[in-house]
């Protein structure tokens, strides 16, 4: 946990891929402070016209390369966002060659209560986690 989500258009390959999931959980363990193992991730492909990210007027210009980043987390420190904001985009462009204005993040919070990591209990709750 966080639970990563990424939204991707058609065309990259699977190394493509693995090097965004790879870079994207660097960051998040790097500005959250989870441990290495603590890996979730999933990628929706969409095809041309599916994935519309306009620029919100700030003036950014997306190209087809354009990524949506949806992380599902419990309550973060604005610091830890901002860090790991920094860092993606950062690893994302070393590692992925990926324009800083072809991403987009997105934060959603919830509680300990909203998890449920298997065997029907909520972990964050028992104290198993």
Known sequence: MPLLNFHIGEGRDAAAVRALLDAAHRAMVEAFDVP?????????????????????????????????????????????????????????????????????VSVVENADADWSFGKGRAQFLTGEL
């Not at 519309?52 to 966002?81: F, H, I, N, Q, Y």
């Not at 920094?86 to 324009?99: I, S, T």
Request: with cysteine; net charge positive; glycine share 8%.
């Open 36 to 104: 290495f193992t603590d890996r979730y991730q999933t990628v929706t492909r969409h095809r041309a016209g599916e994935l519309v990210l306009d620029d919100t007027g700030l003036g950014m210009s997306r190209t087809p390369d354009a990524v949506l980043v949806t992380v599902v987390t419990r309550p973060r420190p604005e610091a830890a966002k901002l860090r790991f904001y920094a860092l993606l985009g950062r690893h994302l462009w070393e590692q992925c060659g990926l324009a800083p204005g072809d991403l987009v």
